[in-house]
């Protein structure tokens, strides 16, 4: 069965940094895109970035650009999030994804931003 194992979070001072992993299991990683998404309490959840099967394209909400970078390594089944430059509003519950047939989550790592 389809399996994502986030980790990386925890609590990190206003411009620090993070590296957030995803690793996954249970479908044929190398053949689909993956997305981060965040949740922050009281909103909804959101798209963060996302990266195709081969790592060539990827895409970044606007709020993220020039700050996150996602990368993937298809011989580890992992991917990736870079996070540099953070911010009070960084903070959530950070979820990777995959759509096969239908979409499938992970558990989520908590990112908590504050001094």
């Known amino acids: 069965q389809v399996q994502l194992v986030e980790s990386g979070g925890g609590l990190v001072q206003p411009g620090g940094s993070l590296t957030l992993s995803c690793t996954a299991s249970?479908?044929?990683?190398?053949?689909?895109?993956m997305s981060w998404y965040r949740q922050a309490p009281g909103k909804e959840r959101e798209l963060v970035a996302l990266?195709?099967?081969?790592?060539?394209?990827?895409t970044y909400a606007d709020s993220v650009k020039g700050r996150f970078t996602i990368s993937r390594d298809n011989a580890k089944n992992t991917v990736y999030l870079q996070m540099n430059s953070l911010k009070p509003e960084d903070a959530a519950v950070y979820y990777c994804?995959?759509?096969?047939?239908?979409?499938?989550w992970g558990q989520g790592t908590q990112v908590t931003v504050s001094s």
């Open positions: 994804k995959v759509r096969r047939v239908r979409d499938y």
């Open positions: 249970g479908f044929t990683f190398s053949s689909y895109t």
């Open positions: 990266i195709n099967s081969v790592g060539s394209t990827t």
